[in-house]
């Protein structure tokens, strides 16, 4: 018996979602290769055989760096993979917060996005924005 080109889990996308749904997978995709070489940059130990505290001070500081940069990459994997989410729960495009349509053009530079610009400005104003 011959495999199947396509998954017979595979999920039914709107067509008018396909560009955003590939667009979010293939984003996806990269974040979790990238994962893995930062976490195992971030899980080796730092060198303490190091008599030069200039090179101490530059480990640590790359170290702190690698950790701060998986930590936004695993804030933007949340955000892309709830942005599939809603691409398959029907939710995807509607702001969150107004229940207006986001336009075209921001889901096109921002697919993960959950708001409206003006809702997104005022949440950024207000040090309150949890997604971009």
């Known amino acids: 018996m011959q495999a199947s080109s396509q998954h017979p889990t595979s999920p039914q996308v709107p067509q008018h979602w396909a560009w955003h749904y590939q667009r979010l997978q293939s984003f996806r995709d990269h974040l979790l290769d990238t994962h893995a070489v930062q976490i195992a940059e971030v899980s080796g130990p730092l060198e303490q055989n190091s008599m030069d ?9 790359d170290h702190d760096l690698a950790l701060g940069l998986l930590s936004q990459e695993q804030d933007a ?56």
């Open 53 to 61: 505290t200039a090179d101490t001070a530059t480990d640590e500081f």
């Open 77 to 132: 994997l949340y955000e892309v993979e709830a942005a599939i989410r809603r691409i398959l729960d029907g939710s995807y495009g509607i702001c969150e917060e107004t229940g207006r349509p986001i336009p075209a053009a921001r889901l096109r530079a921002v697919p993960w996005t959950r708001f409206i610009r003006e809702v997104e400005e005022r949440l950024e104003q207000e040090g309150s924005n949890p997604a971009g």
